[in-house]
């Protein structure tokens, strides 16, 4: 079964209140027993990541811990993924 692997686009400037988080979209989001986690892509595998999440903005969510500026996070199909799957990036 093929998964297909998205990437959030280009990075966006975040308020000077907010510096150093992160926003990522809510597709990208896991929830399980209430703890948030995203899938990030890192050399052709995907490794689940725990996150703290901050507030929420439209469609985003704000990540306050787990995440660090310009890594890559999965933003569609990541409910299918398991961690230390490998992916194949398709844009």
Do not use: C, I, W, Y
């Amino acid at each position: 079964m093929g998964v297909k692997v998205t990437f959030l686009g280009e990075e966006r400037s975040v308020p000077t209140e907010a510096a150093g988080r992160v926003l990522v979209s809510r597709a990208a989001l896991v929830e399980e027993g209430g703890a948030a986690a995203v899938f990030v892509h890192r050399e052709g595998r995907v490794e689940r990541r725990a996150v703290r999440l901050g507030q929420a903005r439209g469609n985003e969510h704000e990540v306050v811990a787990g995440l660090s500026d310009g890594e890559q996070v999965v933003t569609t199909g990541a409910k299918q993924l398991r961690d230390g799957q490998s992916v194949r990036v398709k844009r």
